[in-house]
């Protein structure tokens, strides 16, 4: 058994009282009261009796006054197409779409590390910034066949003890208008993908049935889940999400498929969305948003249908953007910040969305209407896993908003990052 002592947990303001939080096996198994004294001085812990922290074979770790957060996740990240680390790149896209595509199509080579060596460099950075999870996309297309899809699984499977993961075998440059393309989602999910992917039915590859009924084919034959990205506004992106609905609905696939940034649920009349919404509600689909500038998804109302919702960073200063640096609580100020969000309860409601909300996507789960620090599967409750970060803060709402940089992550009430870094560092065969 492991003690963390005199921590706040999930505080919400300043004088929250400290806790005594007991890990067995991996998970909470006891909060209580803190039972040590905190030292003005030092700010070390005392046990009453005068134990050193040692005793009956308890592992003790001084929280010292901290905050205890949940872990966080990066639900929708491209970990075959970062350049963080590396030697800054000028942006040489058209800004169009298929523009974007296809700059990264001709310069994803020419990287200072090959992909499996940069996204273990990024997973480091994810998971020292607090993160536990990750769901990242990779490209499979008939220029990079399986090479980006390998390099992410390799990357990701070289830090499974550390780690949560799904891969998602994605279609970056679309399935109908290039050939070969289906047969290359079909052996990414043969080798291990653990979800298909899809990317603008109708607006990028112009043929909306062909497109998801490929997805949905490869879905149904593995077994697997389905996470699509659906940039289309307007009408079109109704148009993509009904025909998602009805496939999932027909396959019965609830909490098996996500879509990922859903524009079209912030350019629509407000009725047509609570409509949309509706639909995805009945159908189980999960969202995730990458907290854009533009395009900001209605969180109030997806919060009402009890839809699961979680937060990814997409590309970090790659070859679309230089933006990201894969710091998972500045993606959250970010959310926050994006929503123009104020009051604490919504600030701390961002801190939830990455937290929770990522771990529920990733298990098919939605949220179930209890309390952060109430719920015993996915937060800060007895019988929850013990993933969880220590950081100085007063509050949920400041550590989002100061992100101090100073964080001890732990996966299973084992440490593993601190300061910054990932313990053990970079981690491949």
Not at 282 to 290: F, R, S, V
């Amino acid at each position: 058994m492991t003690i963390v002592r005199n921590v706040r947990l999930f505080p919400r303001t300043p004088d929250a009282r400290a806790v005594d939080v007991e890990i067995s096996e991996g998970r909470f198994s006891a909060i209580s009261p803190a039972s040590g004294r905190v030292s003005p001085a030092s700010g070390t812990v005392t046990d009453p009796a005068g134990n050193d922290g040692t005793a009956n074979g308890e592992g003790v770790i001084d929280g010292a006054g901290r905050i205890m957060l949940p872990s966080l996740g990066d639900v929708h990240a491209h970990l075959d197409s970062n350049r963080m680390g590396q030697t800054f790149r000028p942006h040489t896209a058209d800004g169009t779409l298929h523009g974007l595509i296809m700059d990264d199509r001709e310069n994803w080579r020419h990287g200072e590390r090959g992909v499996a060596a940069q996204a273990a460099y990024a997973i480091g950075t994810i998971i020292a910034s607090g993160g536990t999870r990750i769901r990242s996309h990779a490209q499979v297309d008939s220029d990079c066949g399986l090479e980006r899809f390998h390099g992410v699984e390799e990357a990701l499977r070289a830090h499974a003890d550390v780690l949560d993961f799904q891969i998602v075998a994605f279609p970056q440059a679309g399935i109908v208008r290039e050939e070969g393309v289906r047969q290359l989602l079909d052996a990414a999910l043969s080798e291990g993908a653990d979800l298909v992917g899809g990317l603008d039915p109708l607006l990028y590859d112009r043929d909306p049935v062909s497109h998801l009924d490929v997805v949905f084919d490869l879905a149904e034959k593995h077994g697997k889940g389905v996470d699509i990205h659906l940039h289309e506004t307007g009408t079109a992106g109704v148009f993509s999400l009904e025909e998602i609905v009805k496939r999932t609905k027909a396959l019965s696939m609830s909490g098996q498929v996500t879509v990922s940034h859903a524009f079209a649920l912030s350019s629509n009349p407000d009725a047509e969305v609570h409509r949309v919404l509706d639909l995805l509600d009945e159908a189980g689909i999960g969202l995730t948003t990458i907290a854009p500038a533009k395009a900001v998804l209605p969180q109030a109302p997806i919060a009402e249908r009890r839809l699961a919702l979680g937060l990814g960073e997409d590309g970090q200063r790659d070859y679309w953007s230089p933006y990201g640096d894969g710091d998972l609580l500045r993606r959250t100020w970010q959310l926050a910040f994006t929503n123009g969000f104020r009051r604490d309860e919504d600030i701390e409601g961002c801190l939830d969305i990455a937290s929770r909300g990522g771990a529920q996507i990733m298990a098919g789960a939605r949220p179930d209407g209890s309390a952060l620090t109430e719920d015993a599967r996915f937060g800060l409750a007895v019988g929850a896993p013990a993933d969880f970060v220590l950081l100085e803060a007063d509050t949920v709402t400041s550590a989002i908003m100061d992100c101090p940089s100073d964080r001890d992550v732990f996966r299973s009430g084992e440490l593993i990052a601190s300061g910054g870094q990932l313990l053990g560092g970079v981690r491949l065969s």
